[in-house]
Every structure is written in structure tokens, then in C-alpha cells.
């Protein structure tokens, strides 16, 4: 098994290095390391390249956005697979040896990724929560991804998945017109081809800033015509996933109704709630969005910050 490893750069002097040293902690190595700079306003490109890694590839790029620079990294991979980690997330020690373990246990896979650890602002880590993993061991195949990724936090993030090169390739790689939600839709559409390989064991720390904690308010509106719904529909319908799919767009539109009810929005809230409903009027989450939907800013504010120690919304 040959990797590369691709990190999309913009504008993380801060933490680049780090990312970057816990690539070199591994205790298996990558064939390589292609750090796409998206066109940075700041040094850390220039602190990319004074690191001196042999292995180690700059390619710089117009600003198109974090998609447009994953893409390109995969265009550049010269490696059968490419595992990628954001800017300012980073590994632990066994990711890569991991990935390797599982691709040698189930050989047929197109993704292996792992469980990982939520860091704060504060710099907290906790593990993400899963439910209904249908495996009693630490590795096996995520058969009802769907089913799991619409009952637990996002089972898959950014900087825990190792994807086969050409199976990227064949859906289009990361979809350039979408602002956010962009990789659940690519991990939706690379698992509904076939189910990836699992650890449970967390093997990376993603890092959020503080507007996508419930310690502050989200930083940007949810996308206008909610594309990524939409292609998850498409997805449902040619694929046939009906009740997995159904219950994934439910979770969908709760997480779109979350960000409503934080930006004190309530209408484009009590829409999401319905639609979340419609595909599954056993969420019961939705039903307590409604509730709060009636209450005062502050106390939907205070109750979001209790159910953060539960399954993220």
C-alpha cells in the first residue's frame, strides 16, 4: 500500500507545522507529503518550505477554496492512495499503520478511516460518540454507514479517511460549487458505492474553531437552495439506500436547523425541523428544535451548550 498524503493550505501559519510533525511521528510512513498552498495571504507557505521535507511537495494555486485544493492535491498524488489531514488538525502516531493494518485485512475497500478526538478552542479533546457500529471489534466494515453517521457525530471527518485514489476521481472528486457540507456529500457518495473499513479507535485530533462549537454562534448562514440535500437526494434515488438515505437526510436537515436556531433565525429553522420530519418523524431532536424554536434567544443558546456533552447536532 503507497500513500500520499494531501493538506489543503489557506492562511494556517499558527498550526501548519504541527500538522505536518505529526506526518513525520508516523510509525509508518507515506511515499509522500503534497501540501496545496490555495493561494495563502500569509507565510505559511514560506514556513512549508523552510522545513526542509524531502518527501515533501509545495504546490501553490490561485485561492478556488478548500475542495478546489484537495482536488488538485489528489491530480498531483503520485501514490495508489491519498490520505488526506487539514491544516490544522493533526494525527496520531498509528493513523497511517492503521489504514495499512485494515487495507490488509479487507483488501477490497475504497475508504479506511478511524474514529478521531474533537479539540476546542480551550484545547479539550473528547471522542467523538458512535452508535450502532455493527462490528464488537476495533476494525470492521461500517456496513450501515448511514444508519451510524445519522445517529452519532460525522463518523468520518476531513482528517481521518484514506481514499483509493481513482475512486475519488470517479465521482468527481470534491464537488467545487458546494461552500459547506462538501465532504459529508463526498463520504456519502464514496460509501453508498461500498462501505468503508473502520477503526473505532480515535487516530486523529480534529481541531474547531469557536463558532463551530456551541460556545459561540455558527459564522456563516447555511447555503442558500441547500445543494448538499439535494444531491443526497439524487444520491437516494440512484442508489436505492431508501430508509438509510432517509434517515441521513433527517439528520441532514437538523444539522441545518441547528445553525438556524444558534443564528436566531427561526423561520429557515421551523422549515428544516419539517423537512428533517418528513423523512423521519421518529427524530425526536427535531421535535425538541421546534420547542425551542418558541423560546428566547438565551435560553436556546444555553440549552445548545447542554446538549453538546451528547451526540453533536
Not at 452508535?131 to 463518523?155: C, K, Q, R, T
Not at 475512486?167 to 470534491?174: K, P, Q, R, V, Y
Not at 462501505?195 to 454562534?217: I, M, N
Not at 437552495?225 to 444531491?231: R, S
Request: charged share 25%.
Amino acid at each position: 500500500m503507497d500513500i500520499s498524503v494531501v493538506i489543503p493550505l489557506y492562511n494556517k501559519r499558527d498550526c501548519i507545522t504541527r500538522a505536518i510533525r505529526s506526518i513525520e511521528r508516523q510509525t509508518w510512513q507515506p511515499k509522500e507529503i503534497v501540501v496545496v498552498d490555495d493561494g495563502s495571504t500569509d507565510d505559511s507557505a514560506a514556513i512549508v518550505a523552510s522545513l526542509g521535507i524531502e518527501k515533501l511537495r509545495l504546490v501553490r494555486k490561485k485561492n478556488g477554496g478548500v475542495s478546489s485544493a484537495r482536488n488538485t492535491g489528489v491530480q498531483e498524488a503520485c501514490s495508489t492512495w491519498v490520505a488526506f489531514l487539514d491544516a490544522d488538525d493533526e494525527w496520531m502516531p498509528e493513523f497511517l499503520s492503521t489504514m495499512k493494518r485494515m487495507h490488509e485485512r479487507f483488501p477490497d475497500r475504497e475508504v479506511y478511516a478511524s474514529a478521531y478526538y474533537l479539540g476546542n478552542h480551550a484545547g479539550d479533546k473528547r471522542k467523538i460518540g458512535l452508535h450502532g457500529i455493527p462490528f464488537s471489534e476495533a476494525e470492521g466494515i461500517l456496513e450501515n454507514y448511514f444508519d451510524v453517521a445519522a445517529m452519532s457525530a460525522p463518523p468520518l471527518c476531513s482528517s481521518v479517511v484514506c481514499i483509493r485514489r481513482d475512486a475519488l476521481i470517479e465521482i468527481g472528486g470534491f464537488p467545487l460549487d458546494i461552500k459547506s457540507g462538501e465532504d459529508l456529500l463526498t463520504w456519502a457518495r464514496l460509501a453508498s458505492r461500498k462501505p468503508p473499513a473502520y477503526s473505532t479507535e480515535p487516530l486523529a485530533v480534529f481541531w474547531q474553531e469557536k463558532a463551530h462549537t456551541y460556545d459561540d454562534r455558527p459564522n456563516r448562514v447555511p447555503e442558500t437552495g441547500d445543494p448538499v440535500g439535494k444531491a443526497l437526494l439524487e444520491l437516494k434515488k440512484r442508489t436505492g439506500h431508501r430508509m438509510k438515505m432517509d434517515n441521513y437526510l433527517s439528520h441532514w436537515h437538523k444539522m441545518r436547523a441547528s445553525i438556524y436556531l444558534r443564528l436566531n433565525m427561526r423561520l429557515p429553522a421551523l422549515t428544516e425541523c419539517f423537512k428533517g420530519i418528513s423523512y423521519r418523524p421518529g427524530n425526536l431532536r427535531l421535535y425538541v428544535y421546534l420547542v425551542m424554536s418558541l423560546l428566547p434567544d438565551r435560553v436556546v443558546m444555553a440549552l445548545f451548550k447542554r446538549l453538546a456533552e451528547k451526540v453533536s447536532a
